[in-house]
């Protein structure tokens, strides 16, 4: 939903890996990776394709950090819900899918599960709420000019089965989970450490760190303490609050395929660019799915929007949204009211928010991706990937896997280089 074309993938495709960069790699030289989101599976996944050893340490008791689902919501139709990523961000296509992939039997598989599993998604129109009036106004020039765009969605699947089908499955007997990491000590020349909250000690040769920005900040200590400029760049930057509801309602009483906000048009622009993509929107989660008889409508929020609603509990939430809803469609929430999920980011232990501020992703990646810290003898030994270092690429799923390929790559000496 949120500033698309910033981050579309490159239209010439992805540059491949070669399968024997790492060969002559000492085998006793490991790699810790810390964090077991997009960004450290696809890490780990290069790294394993590559035949580097590796451990994943992941702090909570699951993968795919941001990406996660919902299979139960929806009851045995086979269909998930995404509690995080929902969307492939780009209007080229959806092969970047099938590029992020790297073993050949699973490339032609991702081919098929592209074709079978990948629709469109645009909305019909953009609507917004005028508060004194009391009135819903769809604004048609943001279809006509083209800021209204076709985007890619799951059909029945989500991010979170392409991570678990083709990253995750590769990777999985390397994951130690409930290993929250505290301290990295880049001090010693060939090696370094990372100590986990509990004591535990890993030794690595190099070390990939995938965590949020607001880990980086505020729960991991360096040994040597982290460079200035790495210091001041993580103070400019900061995690912003979002949170996701997802409500099911027995009859659709809103406006079919549309994404409209619960905010007039001008407060939402002046929003949008005070605080670089800040929003608030609902949206048909079922739109192009093929269910019929359902409707489930859900609230995505991000940014400024967002703070006043990330800092209730989910029950406030809830009510807080349901009483917007009615108040736009005169009580037809209440009365069509079945079930609903919150999924409120802000408050989930190892992340802390939605995402970065997207604005300033080229600056950390000149601080943190492009200049790894070195030891004492300049040697550059750990690396970082995530979302906070997706540049042009942003917050989204498949930017966070170009930067921990790119990580993994650059771990074992080599470049990678995408526009
Ligand atoms: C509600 C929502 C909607 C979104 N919508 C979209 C969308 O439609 N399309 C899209 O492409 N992107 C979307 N995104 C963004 C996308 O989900 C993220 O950009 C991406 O998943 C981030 O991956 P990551 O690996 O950088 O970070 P994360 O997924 O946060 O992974 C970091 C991992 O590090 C672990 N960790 C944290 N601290 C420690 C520690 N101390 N020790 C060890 N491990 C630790 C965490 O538990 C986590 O598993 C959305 C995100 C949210 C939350």
Not at 173 to 192: G, H, Q
Not at 315 to 325: A, P, T, Y
Request: proline share 3%; with cysteine; aromatic share 12%.
């Amino acid at each position: 939903m949120d500033n698309m074309r910033m981050y579309d993938i490159p239209a010439e495709g992805l540059p491949p890996v070669d399968a024997s960069a790492a060969n002559g790699w000492d085998v006793a030289q490991k790699i810790v990776v810390i964090g077991g989101g997009a960004a450290g599976l696809s890490a780990a996944y290069t790294l394993e394709y590559l035949n580097v050893p590796y451990v994943i340490l992941e702090a909570s008791a699951t993968f795919g950090g941001r990406v996660q689902r919902d299979d139960d919501f929806l009851g045995d139709i086979g269909v998930s819900l995404d509690l995080g990523a929902e969307w492939l961000h780009t209007t080229r296509d959806a092969s970047v899918l099938r590029e992020l992939v790297l073993w050949k039997d699973d490339r032609d598989d991702a081919e098929a599960f592209v074709r079978d599993e990948m629709i469109e998604y645009l909305p019909s129109g953009m609507y917004y709420y005028h508060e004194r009036k009391r009135s819903l106004r769809k604004k048609t020039f943001l279809e006509k000019t083209g800021l209204l765009e076709t985007e890619y969605k799951f059909k029945t699947k989500s991010w979170s089965q392409y991570l678990e089908k083709y990253f995750h499955s590769r990777v999985k007997n390397n994951i130690v989970y409930n290993a929250v990491v505290s301290k990295i000590d880049y001090s010693l020349p060939n090696t370094a450490k990372v100590i986990l909250q509990d004591g535990t000690e890993y030794s690595a040769s190099k070390v990939i760190c995938t965590v949020p920005i607001s880990v980086l900040k505020e729960d991991i200590t360096f040994t040597p303490e982290l460079p200035k400029a790495k210091q001041n760049a993580l103070q400019k930057n900061k995690m912003k609050p979002g949170l996701k509801v997802a409500i099911e309602f027995n009859e659709r009483f809103y406006p079919e395929g549309g994404v409209f906000n619960d905010i007039g048009f001008w407060k939402s622009v002046f929003w949008l660019a005070y605080d670089h993509g800040s929003e608030r929107g609902f949206f048909d989660a079922l739109t192009n799915k093929g269910i019929e008889g359902r409707h489930v409508l859900s609230l995505y929020t991000y940014g400024a929007l967002a703070e006043d609603l990330a800092k209730l509990t989910d029950e406030q939430i809830f009510e807080d949204v349901m009483g917007k809803l009615d108040r736009m469609f005169d009580g037809q929430a209440t009365k069509h009211y079945v079930k609903h999920t919150v999924k409120n980011w802000t408050s989930v232990d190892f992340v802390r928010g939605l995402a970065s501020d997207l604005s300033l992703g080229k600056n950390m990646v000149k601080e943190f991706a492009a200049s790894p810290l070195e030891d004492g003898e300049a040697v550059p030994r750990v690396f970082f990937a995530g979302e906070f270092v997706g540049g042009k690429y942003g917050p989204t799923v498949h930017g966070a896997c170009l930067t921990g390929r790119r990580a993994a790559l650059n771990a074992i000496g080599k470049e990678y280089n995408y526009k």
